[in-house]
């Protein structure tokens, strides 16, 4: 199957700073890939989908200005955190759909951890 | 929200199969039943997708009924690294958002 990758796998900053993750589409070209964040022994929620030249669109409740997500190429697809706090603790994963396979693919997470 | 609904938890012997139940009631006629799974601190993996017909792959059986109002996943031989927590979801197409329910931690006993 297709191949997604985030970097990085694991991230620690302190509270006030802005981290960006990455999810790129190793082997296949996105227009769309989808953002999700996972707190211990929950499950995943969708934060956004990412649209290649246009905006993202956001799920309610998820505070755009604070995610901001910006999808620059048909291969990659970026998430910054800014102004980061103890509470965006968590575990952050981006998908792709291929449509190949007809199918979405994740990549391997990015741990966020905010001190 | 999601639009099935899993046991929260269910245990299986290693070896011997594992069948996992997913009530999808309120599924549309051009919804597929799809099925992944995640293992621990990793993003999740796809495992299978049918829309009403049975479907087989190398990793598992999707039996849908006949009414697809419901569906087992199929695990024919369980092993350690099958434990993990599986999620049924129904959706239009392959490229549209998941929206992911509590799904069923499936823990495979030595």
């Known amino acids: 199957g297709a191949v997604v990758s985030q970097h990085p796998s694991r991230v620690i900053c302190k509270s006030g700073t802005s981290v960006k993750i990455e999810c790129r589409s190793l082997?296949?070209?996105?227009?769309?890939m989808f953002w999700y964040r996972q707190f211990p022994k929950k499950s995943l929620m969708l934060m956004a989908t990412?649209?290649?030249?246009?905006?993202?669109?956001?799920e309610q409740g998820v505070e755009k200005d604070k995610f901001l997500i910006n999808h620059a190429s048909l291969t990659l697809s970026t998430l910054t955190v800014t102004s980061a706090h103890p509470e965006d603790s968590s575990f952050y994963i981006c998908?792709?759909?291929?449509?190949?396979?007809?199918?979405?693919?994740f990549g391997p997470g990015t741990r966020l951890t905010v001190l | 929200d999601a639009k099935t609904t899993q046991p929260t938890s269910m245990d299986c012997a290693e070896g011997r199969a594992a069948n996992l139940p997913c009530n999808h009631s309120?599924?549309?006629?051009?919804?597929?039943v799809y099925w992944y799974r995640q293992i621990h601190s990793q993003g999740p993996q796809y495992i299978i997708h049918?829309?009403?017909n049975n479907e087989t792959n190398e990793m598992a059986s999707l039996i849908i009924t006949e009414d697809r109002k419901s569906s087992t996943l199929i695990l024919p031989h369980a092993t350690l690294r099958d434990t993990a927590v599986y999620y049924c979801?129904?959706?239009?197409?392959?490229?549209?958002?998941?929206?992911f329910g509590q799904g069923t931690t499936l823990q495979v006993k030595p």
């Open positions: 309120t599924i549309s006629g051009n919804e597929y």
């Open positions: 979801i129904v959706r239009v197409a392959s490229w549209d958002k998941l929206i």
């Open positions: 049918g829309l009403k």
């Open positions: 082997d296949f070209q996105a227009t769309t």
């Open positions: 990412s649209n290649e030249g246009s905006k993202a669109t956001y």
């Open positions: 998908s792709a759909p291929d449509r190949l396979y007809n199918e979405q693919f």
